[in-house]
Nanobody, 117 residues
């Protein structure tokens, strides 16, 4: 079973930037879609950004123009560049990879992003 580990979270002031990355314990050679989700305290997990194997990217309305999702490689499948961060972006961010082969769905355990005002 593939395990994903997120990194790059931390404390940043409003208006600052962070880059999140995702490392896979085993190479993933057939990703179909990759995404980043986030969950703030007391709220449900929400989709932040998604990118397909054909590089079609989509974003939540709240982050459009500020965040950029990018495909990586087999062991580092997806990254998220976050610019112009706002306090409402504070949440635990999760990496997700769905493979075309057998339709496997992998999740990381999250990395905390805290944006101060």
């Amino acid at each position: 079973q593939v395990q994903l580990v997120e990194s790059g979270g931390g404390l940043v002031q409003a208006g600052g930037s962070l880059r999140l990355s995702c490392v896979a314990s085993e190479s993933i050679f057939s990703p179909n879609a990759m995404g980043w989700y986030r969950q703030a305290p007391g709220k449900q997990r929400e989709l932040v950004a998604r990118i397909t194997s054909s590089d079609y990217a989509s974003y939540a309305d709240s982050v459009k123009g500020r965040f950029t999702i990018s495909r990586g490689n087999a062991k580092n499948p997806v990254t998220l560049q976050m610019n112009s961060l706002k306090p409402e972006d504070t949440a635990v961010y999760y990496c997700n990879v769905v493979t075309s082969r057998y339709g496997m769905d992998y999740w990381g355990k999250g990395t905390l992003v805290t944006v101060s005002s």
